[in-house]
Antibody, heavy 122, light 108 residues
């Protein structure tokens, strides 16, 4: 079954850290760039980060640059998002999404997970 | 690149045709524009990529067109299940990816 399953969300205090994971199955994980996209409650979609097929290239959105780190483990078919110095405005559902190509940092997303909710609140 | 979608909300009846607009603040290179459908509580679903190419499994009631800065998604023969929020996304300017704010489509 072709799917992405996110985990790791929860309620955290401002200034703390959290690590999200996404497990992929049903496709050749190592052939695809992988992205994180978030959606604040009741709001639109915001692209967060991308890692290339082998993890050698990665890019971030302006709002998370320097605080978030994306990584992947192709032996375990997982991609992770390490989030540090979290802010209330980081509160969102975080989706893992697959790009159609191996390297392209800019792409559409042809497969999405169901998301995991991160709430940053004191 | 800022994407502006209009209208904000569209209310139509079953069987009618919906036309959703997406306008970019700069030219979208190589027509790298996609459309997604998102229903409440669900992840977005890819409908269109490359401005006019239907994704796998998307019915031909969904069509899209446009180039440069002006793009449109058309849904013909509306069905109640088409009620959703529709987003456009540009991926022409690496590495920045942006989405429009969404159009809510209500089928009554």
């Amino acid at each position: 079954q072709v799917q992405l399953v996110e985990s790791g969300g929860g309620v955290v205090q401002p200034g703390t850290s959290l690590r999200l994971s996404c497990a992929a199955s049903g496709f050749t994980f190592g052939d695809s760039a992988m992205h994180w996209v978030r959606q604040a409650p009741g709001k639109g979609l915001e692209w967060v980060a991308v890692t290339s097929y082998d993890g050698s290239n990665y890019y971030y959105g302006d709002s998370v640059q320097g605080r978030f780190t994306v990584s992947r483990d192709n032996s375990r078919n997982t991609v992770s998002l390490e989030m540090k110095r979290l802010r209330p405005e980081d509160t969102a559902v975080y989706y893992c999404a697959k790009g159609p190509l191996a390297i392209a940092a800019n792409s559409y997303f042809d497969l999405w997970g169901r998301g995991t909710l991160v709430t940053v609140s004191s | 690149i800022v994407l502006t979608q209009s209208p904000g909300t569209l209310s139509l009846s079953p069987g009618e045709r919906a036309t959703l607009s997406c306008r970019a603040s700069q030219r979208v290179s190589s027509n790298n524009l996609a459309w997604y459908q998102q229903k409440p509580g669900q992840a977005p679903r890819l409908l269109i990529y490359g401005a006019a190419n239907r994704a796998t499994g998307i019915p031909d009631r969904f069509s899209a067109s446009g180039s440069g800065t002006d793009f449109a998604l058309t849904i013909s023969r509306l069905e109640p299940e088409d009620s959703a929020v529709y987003y456009c996304q540009q991926y022409g300017k690496s590495p920045s990816i942006t989405f429009g704010q969404g159009t809510r489509l209500e089928i009554k």
